[in-house]
């Protein structure tokens, strides 16, 4: 289980340049030139975490598995995509199939790297994908009215209730705010996933500076993270440059890369921790002499639903899964260690999963 990121920006931002460093591939051709990117690449990045390694050598696995992410390089969009304009369906169409956006945005100057506008100017350009998505949202939510409107005449519940967040949500799109600015209730919350709007999706923007930049930020940057903060958006400073680099480094060597620009951590490590954040995710792991596994749920996942994200049998004959923190794992020296000091807990199908979490699932089938 994971999440599925969408890279969006304008034509020649860095999102490309991004995604083969995130990815560690060059399936993505970068160039100097808009529309490079015409047929949406995907790629996985591994999660760095820490604890993997630990439990791995706790367990004596013989390999260790991190959780994936993965991310689509989506064609750059310019104005009037919400019409077509460009590869604007096919932008907006590869928007819809993924679950969050990593909104790239250029931080930078460079008179050798053309700018679609001519000028940096990173508020603008936020503008402009905002609004072509906010339109492309007010025009799918017009159509729905319309298909709506005999359902909701004879009182059928489920129209009742889109038709009754769709209404909320034009309101919002008509006054230029995203559709995620709309108050939403818990439980809600299903249909207002099913709805599908475009500016309901997680954003975070990837701030893409010069390297000089990259620890600290710039006035660009710190514009961003205003409109983050207006938008119910995260934020996050990244340079693709130098996380190109980093891509064809090595354990010491990246580190020692990372310090001598005053960095303590990657932009993919920054990335996914604002990911994360953003859709509320966490990790569990599986350890056996076999393999160490990290594994990717939302927040609030049943230790049956746990079970599933590793194998569909172990969900199918669930019977309980042996749990343990991963303090006390790391304390008691593994599964039996805990098991003698009264740390590892026997828990059912309902079992709501923490952060860290251990688990061995016996199961049944």
């Not at 304008?10 to 047929?39: D, M, W």
């Not at 995907?42 to 760095?48: F, K, L, R």
């Not at 319309?146 to 005449?153: A, D, G, P, Q, T």
């Not at 903060?229 to 980093?246: D, F, G, K, L, P």
Request: hydrophobic letters at 40%; a negative charge; charged letters at 25%.
């Amino acid at each position: 289980m994971g999440f599925r990121t969408g890279i969006v920006g304008l034509p020649n931002v860095g999102k490309s340049t991004l995604f083969n460093a995130l990815t560690s591939t060059e399936a993505a051709r970068a160039a100097n030139f808009p529309f490079c990117t015409i047929e949406a690449n995907s790629g996985e990045a591994a999660v760095p975490d820490s604890r993997l390694h630990e439990i791995a050598l706790i367990a004596k696995s013989r390999k260790s598995v991190p959780a994936r992410m993965k991310f689509v390089d989506i064609a750059g969009l310019v104005r009037g995509a919400s019409k077509g304009e460009g590869l604007g369906n096919q932008f907006l169409g590869n928007i819809r199939e993924v679950d969050a956006l990593a909104h790239v945005v250029r931080c930078f100057q460079d008179d050798d790297v053309v700018h679609v506008d001519g000028v940096i100017n990173p508020v603008a350009d936020i503008q402009t994908v905002e609004s072509e998505l906010m339109l492309a949202d007010i025009e799918s939510i017009e159509r729905r009215f319309e298909r709506l409107s005999k359902k909701v005449k004879s009182g059928e519940p489920e129209a009742l209730e889109q038709d009754g967040l769709l209404r909320r949500a034009h309101p919002y799109l008509e006054r230029g705010e995203p559709a995620r600015n709309v108050d939403v209730s818990e439980s809600e919350l299903p249909a207002w996933r099913r709805i599908r709007l475009l500016t309901a999706k997680p954003v975070l923007y990837v701030c893409n500076v010069d390297e000089a930049s990259a620890a600290t930020g710039n006035e660009h940057s710190d514009k961003v993270a205003e409109v983050a903060n207006r938008n119910r958006a995260a934020h996050v400073i990244c340079s693709a440059a130098i996380e190109e680099q980093i891509g064809q480094l090595e354990g010491e060597e990246t580190l020692e890369f990372l310090s001598e620009l005053g960095l303590q951590e990657s932009g993919l490590s920054r990335m996914i921790r604002a990911g994360y954040d953003l859709l509320d995710l966490m990790t569990f792991f599986s350890a056996g002499p076999r393999e160490a596994h990290a594994w990717t749920i939302p927040r609030g996942t049943r230790a049956l639903d746990a079970a599933g994200a590793i194998h569909g049998d172990f969900r199918r004959g669930f019977i309980r899964a042996e749990t343990v923190s991963f303090d006390d794992f790391v304390r008691h020296g593994g599964e039996s260690g805990a098991r003698e000091a009264g740390r590892l807990r026997s828990e059912g199908r309902d079992y709501i999963v923490q952060d860290g979490d251990v688990l061995h699932i016996l199961f049944n089938v």
